[in-house]
């Protein structure tokens, strides 16, 4: 198993480079093989070359800020908040290490629903503070 | 900061507290003044009364398999594949965690959808061996 410190300083150059669009070195901390899964579309993406190219593809003028990261051994969690022009976005990502590399990233992109009826005795609506959804 | 230990060992028996619908035994593991986030609805539960009873009164007959568990001091992170009738959903859960109790619980319910166009080049779809979603 990997180390967590070293998972956290890879999670966190990860997320780094990929908000800096500093393809060259988030494509140096990715593994060959990697694998990239969507589980909310069945996607999956698989090697690096396709990986970054995807990454450096994604259309729109998109910003993203990290405002959860748990490490554990060799995996991490995180969450985001996603901007893209006015449309602001969660992202939820598992990642997987090994030997140094990320191997492993599953996505997940929540978006905003109604809620069900038959909980307003319990529940307030009122806007999250960590996670931003919603036009800006 | 809860030592990883504790908490894995808490955020554990909550999630089995919760699948077994032991209402008693998971009361006991969340603080008087726990916070339930939901940020998809932006729907906040205050309060270890409320928060008990919106589980025991969540409608269908549910079971719930947690799927990924992350521990980072005081914080966990969990994935799982929660099962009502025929539908198949994915959780995905933040937990706080302080004097031994859960303080604090952000949820998150990510739906299936299509996926845009223009990455097709790149992609495969394949459903997920983890995270299932879909009628059973």
């Known amino acids: 198993m990997a180390d967590t410190e070293q998972t956290r300083a890879l999670a966190g150059r990860y997320f780094a480079t990929m908000a800096a669009r500093d393809w060259d070195a988030f494509a140096a901390l990715v593994a060959e093989d990697v694998v990239y899964e969507l589980p909310q579309t069945s996607e999956r993406i698989t090697g690096r070359d396709d990986y970054v190219r995807f990454n450096r593809e994604y259309p729109g003028d998109w910003r993203l800020e990290v405002t959860r990261l748990l490490v554990d051994g060799d995996t991490a969690a995180a969450s985001m908040n996603f901007t893209v022009g006015a449309e602001q976005l969660v992202g939820l ?12 990233v599953t996505d997940f992109w929540p978006e905003p629903y109604e809620p069900p009826t038959g909980r307003e005795h319990l529940v307030e609506r009122l806007p999250g503070t960590t996670d ?4 800006s």
């Open 132 to 135: 931003r959804f919603g036009a």
């Open 93 to 104: 990502v598992f990642l997987e290490v090994g030997d140094g590399l990320v191997r492993r």
